[in-house]
């Protein structure tokens, strides 16, 4: 992976230890295949922001702070959004489809055994102004 | 004879004849086009399930591309037709939300001078409607004010946190609302374990709990003696010189065509397929295809457009957690009101909230996920936080709405894809605005934040219905009473294609109870009671 791609990834969803969270960068190494046209695809896209970054501002991407990162994006939002986007979509579906994601946001696929997510009890209570409102379906006589 | 009674299908309604007939004593033939699913090979409890239902598990023929699918060209639809060619068919990928439709729905034309009246009614079908939820193992609570009553029910699937909170809100509105029926196992059933509220049952169920068919009816009928044979698709039926169905034609497993004969032949290949496989039966006694001196095969098509509300709440519901598509459902709606400027009426699905990625997808789309040390912040606002809810319209059946063969579109044997028109009338227009106006006006009763809806959604032709309707004169229904066509003697139909109108709700329960009712009148015509 370049480290355009590397970097602008890492900024864009980024390390979140008190949530045990990855950083997008390290979810995308994970599945990183340097032949795979989309890798491709959004390496250059990671190059072209680089490159617009350099060209509208004195920050390199490689080196930017991730505050330094969002207030670039927040001015010059039109500049890099079309990249960004595509990027952001593939980094998302890698992203969010990760184990340690999903079990870091408490969601992972595999529900816990025996007794899988247990919700709570339904309280039956709720319905009882329904019941007492009467049967709201149209009768039909003769049939 | 290779059967006394060949069934093209083994979906829902394809399985539910399948069982009743050999439970009859008669010697069954199913042909299905697709194989048997593994339930351990469902995405379902792996990491990238969410990448599977837009791609292997994709409801829709045209995204999947599988090896038993045939195109569908829908281009002319605002709402794209999603099937499951397998054993089990729609129902291995359904959310399994389970509503019976209401007695009006056999009566509309009577109580409400539009469409038309079923030959049969709500009371006709109730044997069959406890019949098949026995069989389906159906989940819900007794003395729902919305429908006659309903026993023999399994204790209902968890509202959770999100569901007790849109409770709240109908009864701040005074609306209906009732725990959903679901063909959901909540505790062990037969030989099936009860849901462990996962959520993800829209790429199948691990657990088996989810009732889809091929868990369900298709092992008691293998175990009467059906023979299922699989990879198999019908490519036409077959009369003989005077137009009596005596079998189908089919491109068989080893890629050979064959012929099977039967002493009748039950089509079973839903809203869709079974006017397709109609219309490609054509002879010189049947130029306009099969069964169709009405004009009638594939008109009348309906869809439910579909209307999608989200509630966005402060509070974590944990929305993500529970049966996807069942929760709760609300009826306030379903019936005609006279101050409406639309007839009929639609029903409220609470769905659970979305999953990972779709969070996050839609989050960035809304620009209510940032990039940067926002993400994770904005995320988890939104994970767990969201409530939604489809509003099923009921559509009325239009001639002009329907199924035909696409001249240049083929499918992997040759034969016609169909090609669906459709187009939603200035009646689900307005009803469709009204559900989505008052999904909304749940949702901020409930206590939401913010509040999102639209609708026709493209994504949602799971529900096909229409295209051979019942009904006694043969100048305008396809089949009688019984589910046999009025042309073409030993020939019946057995799936939703022979719905006279739509209902508010999915159509499961209803397709399979008359699929069961035209499986006693098979068996009665074979002599057997």
């Known amino acids: ?143 | 004879m290779d059967a006394d009674v060949l069934v093209i299908g083994a979906g829902a309604s394809g399985a539910a004849a399948s069982w009743r007939l050999s439970s009859l004593g008669h010697k069954v033939v199913c042909l299905e086009q697709g194989d048997f699913q593994l339930p351990s090979e469902y995405p379902s409890s792996e990491s990238t399930w969410e990448l599977r239902k837009i791609g292997s598990h994709s409801p829709f023929p045209n995204v999947r591309k599988g090896k038993a699918d045939y195109p569908i060209n829908d281009s002319d639809s605002p709402i794209a037709i999603a099937n499951f060619n397998a054993v089990g068919g729609s129902t291995i990928l359904y959310s399994g939300h389970f509503p019976r439709m209401h007695p009006s729905d056999f009566r509309v034309k009577s109580l409400d001078g539009v469409a038309d009246d079923w030959p049969i009614s709500y009371t006709d079908l109730v044997p069959y409607f406890e019949l098949n939820d026995q069989m389906m193992g159906i989940s819900g609570l007794e003395g729902d004010p919305a429908y006659p009553p309903i026993p023999g029910l399994l204790p209902p699937v968890p509202m959770g946190k999100m569901g007790e909170v849109l409770a709240k809100g109908y009864n701040k509105l005074g609306w209906h609302w009732w725990p959903s029926y679901a063909a959901i196992a909540t505790r062990p059933h037969g030989n099936r374990a009860p849901c462990v509220n996962l959520g993800p049952c829209n790429t199948g169920c691990t657990q088996s709990a989810k009732g889809s068919v091929d868990v369900t009816y298709w092992p008691l009928a293998l175990a009467q003696g059906v023979v299922l044979r699989t990879n198999t698709r019908a490519l036409r039926v077959v009369t003989d010189s005077d137009g009596v169905a005596v079998g189908v034609e089919a491109r068989m497993q080893d890629g050979s065509i064959g012929t099977l004969n039967a002493k009748r032949v039950v089509i079973a290949c839903n809203g869709v397929g079974t006017p397709r496989l109609l219309l490609n039966s054509v002879s010189k006694k049947f130029p306009n295809g099969l069964a169709n001196s009405s004009d009638q095969v594939g008109r009348n098509l309906m869809l439910h457009p579909l209307g999608y509300v989200e509630g966005l709440f402060e509070e974590n519901l944990e929305s993500h957690l529970g049966p996807q598509g069942c929760c709760i459902a609300s009826h306030e709606f379903y019936e005609t009101r006279v101050e409406n400027e639309f007839v009929r009426g639609y029903s409220m699905q609470v769905l659970r909230g979305p999953a990972p990625l779709e969070t996050a997808l839609s989050g960035v789309l809304r620009r209510e996920i940032g990039w940067g040390s926002s993400h994770h912040d904005g995320f988890a606002k939104r994970f767990g936080h969201i409530a939604s809810m489809a509003t099923i319209i009921e559509d009325l059946p239009e001639p002009d709405n329907r199924v035909t063969l696409d001249p240049d579109l083929k499918d992997s044997d040759g034969m016609c894809a169909p090609r669906v028109t459709y187009r939603i009338s200035e009646n689900s227009k307005k009803m469709l605005s009204h559900a989505i106006q008052n999904g909304r006006n749940l949702m901020k009763e409930a206590g939401a934040i913010r509040t999102y809806g639209f609708g026709p959604v493209r994504e949602t032709g799971w529900h096909l219905m229409g295209t051979t309707r019942m009904g006694d004169d043969p100048n305008t229904s396809v089949v009688d009473a019984n589910g046999q066509a009025h042309d073409v003697p030993n020939l019946f139909i057995a799936d939703s294609s022979v719905f006279v109108t739509s209902g508010g709700v999915n159509p499961t329960s209803t397709l399979q109870a008359v699929a069961l009712r035209i499986a006693d009148a098979v068996s009665e015509s074979l002599g057997v009671s």
Do not use: C, W
Not at chain 1, 54 to 70: G, P, R, Y
Not at chain 1, 91 to 100: G, H, I, Q, V
Not at chain 1, 127 to 138: A, T
């Open chain 1, 1 to 143: 992976m370049n480290r355009n791609l590397e970097a602008l990834t890492a900024l864009m969803i980024p390390e979140d230890a008190a949530r045990k969270l990855p950083s997008g960068s390290a979810v995308l190494q994970q599945s990183f295949d340097s032949s795979s046209e989309l890798f491709l695809t959004l390496e250059t896209a990671a190059d072209e922001v680089a490159s617009q970054i350099s060209n509208k501002s004195e920050l390199s991407l490689e080196n930017m702070s991730v505050k330094e990162f969002e207030d670039f994006v927040k001015a010059k939002r039109s500049s890099v959004e079309s990249n960004l986007r595509i990027i952001g979509h593939e980094l998302m579906k890698l992203y969010y489809t990760n184990p340690a994601v999903q079990e870091g946001i408490g969601a992972s696929s595999r529900a816990p055994f025996p007794q899988g997510y247990v919700l709570p009890d339904n309280d039956f209570d709720l319905l009882e102004e329904v019941f007492n409102r009467g049967p709201i379906y149209r009768e039909v006589l003769n049939d």
